[in-house]
């Protein structure tokens, strides 16, 4: 079996799902979560623990969604955000983060993103991925 806190593909589930690019630098969370998505008809591709490999895999994928930590070791999830705002900007930024302040959600809105606590349950992570802007078929 692969290792899924690398690059998972998940296939088999329905077309109705995001595609998604996860960024989150924590090995058994980002893991968990390729599963919760993976199990709710999502389709991981990629998922990657740094700034760096989040914009590359971003802009490469063009992704329904990315789910983004704001605390990686290369930097600001909330920075990364805003730079892929203006480079793709019909991607999807959800800010996954383990300390949402009053700051962090003023910069996140400035820069279009949605703010979903990790404190939450993976329904409300689920949630917001559901209720995404749908892209117009080309």
Known sequence: MSDPGTRPATE????SGATI?????HDQL?????RVLSGAGHRVVAAVDTAREGEQE????RPDVAVIDNQLPDGLGVDLCRRLAQAAPEVFLLLHTGVAT?????QAVQAGVVVVPKATRADDLLAAIGD???RRPT
Do not use: C, N
Not at 12 to 15: D, F, S, T
Not at 21 to 25: H, M, R
Not at 102 to 106: D, F, I, K, S, V
């Open 12 to 15: 088999g589930h329905p077309a």
């Open 21 to 25: 690019v996860l960024v989150e630098d």
């Open 30 to 34: 980002r893991t968990l979560l390729v």
């Open 58 to 61: 971003v802009l490469a994928h």
């Open 102 to 106: 009053e700051a962090l959600a003023l």
């Open 132 to 134: 995404r802007p749908r």
